[in-house]
């Protein structure tokens, strides 16, 4: 089994950063990405950023491409994500995500607001 544990939600106003954590514990794999989802009310949930966790690649929603960057700490297996200059609409529960040979492992989110 695998535990992801996010942190590093809040409420910022409209133009500020915050820093989404997920720590991974558990079962190890070779071969791995982690992720970011988010869910607005009413809304779907929809895929924000992942990142190989081997090489370091990267691949973001358009919707995040230049404000958003997500890392990764090999040392203390948790994948972070900056966000910056954030929007209302970016304002959802964001989950951290791992997958890895068909498995998928979920975090139980954390909630980010962005005032206006």
């Known amino acids: 089994q695998v535990q992801l544990v996010e942190s590093g939600g809040g409420l910022v106003q409209a133009g500020g950063s915050l820093r989404l954590s997920c720590a991974a514990s558990?079962?190890?794999?070779?071969?791995?990405?982690m992720g970011w989802f988010r869910q607005a009310p009413g809304k779907e949930r929809e895929f924000v950023a992942r990142i190989w966790w081997s090489s370091g690649s990267t691949f973001y929603a358009d919707s995040v491409k230049g404000r958003f960057t997500i890392s990764r700490d090999n040392t203390k297996n948790t994948a972070y994500l900056q966000m910056n200059s954030l929007k209302p609409e970016d304002t959802a529960v964001y989950y951290c995500?791992?997958?890895?040979?068909?498995?998928?492992?979920w975090g139980q989110g954390t909630q980010v607001t962005v005032s206006s």
């Open positions: 995500n791992l997958d890895a040979v068909g498995l998928t492992y």
């Open positions: 558990g079962r190890g794999f070779s071969r791995y990405t």
